[in-house]
């Protein structure tokens, strides 16, 4: 799979990189929110991985401007923040799960392999159609 990867935090992002391109993935990692929405839009992707704070654009901002210009690929938030408010909830209907950032890095982990395999599946059947 392809996956484009907006994280700012350095130690973070390499981690996701390194993870995820071992895993046989490639992976395009931006630390800047403007650069993010510009890959988004010019390349294709199998799946986006969004920090929700990030310099340039945030998260949020890219994820609005990929869906306002028709973009529906996968999208997956990091956010070490909390609650999310109803409005948002409901022009964010595809995203695949919003994951805390500062949880343990073996549980965080898991969880991406885990939605990779995921989207990789749903992929596979849509491609069928």
């Known amino acids: 799979m392809r996956i484009l990867v907006l994280e700012d935090d ?6 996701i990189q390194s993870g995820l391109t071992d895993a ?7 630390e800047d929110g403007r650069h993010a929405l510009a890959a988004a839009t010019t390349q294709e ?9 990030t310099p340039g ?12 210009a028709k973009n529906n690929v996968p999208v997956l938030i990091l956010s070490a923040l909390g ?8 022009w964010m209907r595809a995203v695949t799960i919003i994951w805390p950032s500062r949880s343990p890095l073996r549980s965080y982990w898991r ?5 990779a395999d995921v989207l990789r599946r749903e992929l596979r059947k849509l491609c069928r159609y």
Do not use: I
């Open 24 to 30: 046989g993935h490639v992976v395009d990692w931006l």
């Open 45 to 53: 992707y199998d799946v986006v991985l969004l920090d929700r704070m």
């Open 111 to 115: 969880v991406l392999m885990h939605w």
């Open 10 to 15: 350095s130690e973070l992002g390499s981690w």
């Open 83 to 90: 609650m999310w408010s109803a409005g948002f909830r409901g």
């Open 57 to 68: 654009l945030d998260g949020l901002s890219v994820l609005k401007a990929m869906r306002a």
